[in-house]
C-alpha cells in the first residue's frame, strides 16, 4: 500500500474538512494528473470511496435532524436510473478506450468549473433567489425540477464523480431556498450516498475500482477530514473560498490542456 496515497487521501481529506467541498473535486483530478491514472478508474476508485465517507455524514445529519427525506426520494428517483443507464453507456463505448477517457478528463474539467462556479456565487444565488419569492417553484413543477435536477447529477457524478457536493447543494440552494444551510448539507449528503453507491458498483461491474488505492485513500482521509474540520473555524472562510478556488480552476485547466 502506498504510503504518497495514504498521504495524499490525507491533504484531501483535510481539505474536505476545512471546505466542506465533496472530495471527488479534489481526488479524481489529483489521481489523473499526479498519478497517471486511467480517468475511468479514478473516478470508479473516487466514487467508492465517496460511497464509504459519506454514510457516517448521513447517520450525523439524521441524528440532528437535518435531513429532508422527500427532498431525497425525488432526487433518487432521477439520479438513480441515471447512473444505471450512464454506467450501461461506459461499458458499450467501451469506458477504458482513449477517446472515453479523454471525454471523462474533460468532463472532469467541467465538473470542477462547476464547482468553482457554485464555491463562488452561491451566497449570491441564495440572496438573489429568496429576494424573488414569485419565482420560486411550489407542488408538482418543483417536484418535476427536482427529479430533472437528480437525473443530471446522476449523470455527471456516473461520468465524472464530481456533482454530489457543491454542485448539488447550490441546485438545493435553487430550489429549495428556505432550507437552512445545515439542511442543505444533510439532504445533499444523504441523497449523494445511494447515487456514489449505485455508480460504484457500475464502475466494480465495469472494472474500474482499484481496491488497493482505495483502501489507502480512506485510511488517509478519516484522519484528514477529523483534524479538518477541528480547525477549520479558526481559518476565515472567504480565504478558504477564494482558495480553494484558484486551486480547482488551475488543477481544471491543467486537466483540459
Same mark, same amino acid.
Given at each position: #500500500? ?5 498521504? %495524499?487521501?490525507?491533504? *484531501? ?15 479524481? /483530478? ?10 475511468? *478508474? ?7 470511496? +465517496?460511497?464509504?465517507?459519506?454514510? +457516517? ?19 433518487? $428517483? ?12 461506459? &461499458? ?7 477517446? @472515453? ?5 474533460? %468532463?472532469?474539467?467541467?465538473?470542477? #468549473? =462547476? ?11 441564495? %440572496? ?8 420560486? =417553484?411550489?407542488?408538482? &413543477?418543483?417536484?418535476? +425540477?427536482? @427529479? ?17 457536493? +457543491? $454542485?448539488?447543494?447550490? $441546485?438545493?440552494?435553487?430550489?429549495? /431556498? ?19 453507491? @449505485? ?8 472494472? %474500474? ?12 482521509? @478519516? ?11 479558526? $481559518?476565515?472562510? &472567504?480565504?478558504?473560498? *477564494? ?10 485547466? &491543467?486537466?483540459?490542456?
Amino acid at each position: #500500500m502506498s504510503v504518497t496515497y495514504i498521504v %495524499s487521501g490525507f491533504a *484531501v481529506g483535510l481539505l474536505v474538512g476545512l471546505t466542506g467541498v465533496g472530495g471527488g473535486s479534489l481526488m479524481t /483530478p489529483l489521481l489523473t494528473l499526479l498519478f497517471g491514472v486511467h480517468p475511468t *478508474v479514478a473516478v470508479g476508485t473516487d466514487l467508492a470511496f +465517496a460511497s464509504a465517507t459519506k454514510v +457516517a455524514g448521513t447517520f450525523a445529519h439524521r441524528y440532528k435532524g437535518n435531513v429532508h427525506w422527500d427532498i431525497v426520494r425525488n432526487l433518487c $428517483i432521477g439520479a438513480l436510473p441515471a447512473a444505471v443507464l450512464t454506467a450501461i453507456g461506459l &461499458k458499450y463505448f467501451g469506458g477504458f478506450g482513449d477517446e @472515453i477517457g479523454q471525454i471523462i478528463r474533460y %468532463s472532469i474539467a467541467g465538473s470542477v #468549473m =462547476l464547482t468553482v462556479i457554485a464555491l463562488i456565487f452561491r451566497r449570491h444565488i441564495q %440572496s438573489w433567489v429568496n429576494a424573488r419569492p414569485e419565482r420560486q =417553484l411550489h407542488g408538482g &413543477k418543483l417536484t418535476a +425540477a427536482t @427529479i430533472i435536477s437528480g437525473s443530471i447529477l446522476g449523470t455527471l457524478v456516473t461520468i465524472s464523480s464530481i456533482g454530489a457536493g +457543491a $454542485i448539488g447543494a447550490t $441546485i438545493l440552494v435553487l430550489l429549495y /431556498p428556505r432550507l437552512s444551510p445545515a439542511e442543505i448539507a444533510g439532504t445533499d449528503i444523504a441523497y449523494a450516498v445511494p447515487l456514489t453507491a @449505485i455508480a460504484a458498483l457500475g464502475h466494480w461491474w465495469l472494472g %474500474s475500482i482499484n481496491w488497493e488505492l482505495l483502501m489507502a485513500l480512506l485510511l488517509g482521509s @478519516i484522519p484528514g477530514i477529523t483534524l479538518g474540520s477541528l480547525v477549520s473555524r479558526a $481559518i476565515p472562510e &472567504k480565504f478558504l473560498r *477564494v482558495l480553494l478556488a484558484s486551486v480547482l480552476t488551475t488543477v481544471a485547466v &491543467k486537466l483540459v490542456y
